[in-house]
Every structure is written in structure tokens, then in C-alpha cells.
């Protein structure tokens, strides 16, 4: 079996090019995946700040949702 040599700028052309052919034959696929990443990150950081500001009870809660209901 022979072997093949590829310079760095050479793979990086070949890796750019594989990409952007992934991305644009799964369009829908790669859209999903990125917004369920955004939809994580969101949640993540919402997870974090609810864990530093002061609790509220589940009435204070409730009267807001009858308020904007």
C-alpha cells in the first residue's frame, strides 16, 4: 500500500472543503443541531443565574400568571 503525504495547508483546504459539503447537503440536520445546542446553552445559564437571585414563592408566581393571563 502506498502512502500519501499532505501538507498542512493541503488538509486544512480538504477539511474547510468536507465541512461546508456536510453543511450544505444536511442543512435541516446541522440547523436542529445548532438550535438544540443554543437551546442547552440557554438553559444552562438560566439554570445558573436562578441559582444566585433570592427565591420566590410559588403564589408570588401564580398571581403573575393570572395577571398576564
Known amino acids: 500500500m502506498s502512502e ?4 498542512p495547508d493541503q488538509l486544512k483546504e480538504i477539511l474547510k ?7 450544505r447537503d444536511n442543512r435541516k ?3 436542529e443541531f445548532l ?3 443554543i437551546e442547552d446553552v440557554s438553559m444552562e445559564q438560566a ?4 441559582e444566585t ?4 414563592s410559588p403564589e408570588s408566581i ?3 400568571l ?4
Open 29 to 31: 440536520e446541522v440547523s
Open 17 to 23: 472543503s468536507a465541512i461546508v459539503e456536510l453543511i
Open 4 to 7: 500519501i503525504t499532505i501538507n
Open 35 to 37: 438550535a438544540e445546542i
Open 53 to 56: 437571585t433570592e427565591l420566590v
Open 47 to 50: 439554570i445558573a443565574e436562578g
Open 62 to 64: 401564580f398571581k403573575l
Open 66 to 69: 393570572e395577571l398576564n393571563s
